[in-house]
C-alpha cells in the first residue's frame, strides 16, 4: 500500500475532511478577528479627568453632536440632507463617554454651570 492512500497517514487525501462554511464559522472567524483599536478604546474608558483645564479642553474639542449633518437648502427649501456620520467613526462611543466624563467633573468638581458647552 502506498503512503498517500494510507488513512492513517495525517498527509494522505483520506484524512483531510474539510468542513463547510457555515454561518455560525463565519461569525467565528469575524468575532475572532485581531482588534486592532481595542488598546485605544482602553484607554480612552480609563482616562481619568482630573483638572478642570483639561475637562474644558475636552469639552470644547468633542463636539455634542456630529458637525457632519447638514441641510442643503436651496432658495429656502430643503432639497438634500446630509446624515449623521458620525456613528461611522470607530471610536465615537469612547469619546462621546469621555466628553461626559469631563462635563460631570466640571459641574461635580468644579461646579461650573455647563450652558456654554451644549
Known amino acids: 500500500m502506498s503512503e498517500t492512500n494510507n488513512p492513517t497517514n495525517p498527509l494522505s487525501p483520506a484524512s483531510i475532511n474539510p468542513q463547510p462554511l457555515t454561518t455560525t464559522t463565519i461569525h467565528q472567524l469575524f468575532n475572532n478577528r485581531l482588534d486592532l483599536l481595542q488598546p485605544v478604546r482602553h484607554w480612552l474608558d480609563t482616562l ?10 475636552l469639552s470644547k474639542a ?48 468644579c461646579g461650573e454651570d455647563i450652558q456654554s458647552y451644549a
Open 62 to 109: 468633542i463636539p455634542s453632536q456630529c458637525p457632519f449633518e447638514r441641510d442643503i437648502k436651496l432658495f429656502g427649501r430643503r432639497v438634500a440632507h446630509i446624515p449623521p456620520l458620525c456613528k461611522l467613526n470607530p471610536l465615537y462611543d469612547q469619546l462621546v463617554g469621555l466628553r461626559f466624563r469631563a462635563l460631570c467633573y466640571l459641574v461635580d468638581c
Open 48 to 57: 481619568e479627568i482630573d483638572n478642570a483645564p483639561l475637562a474644558r479642553f
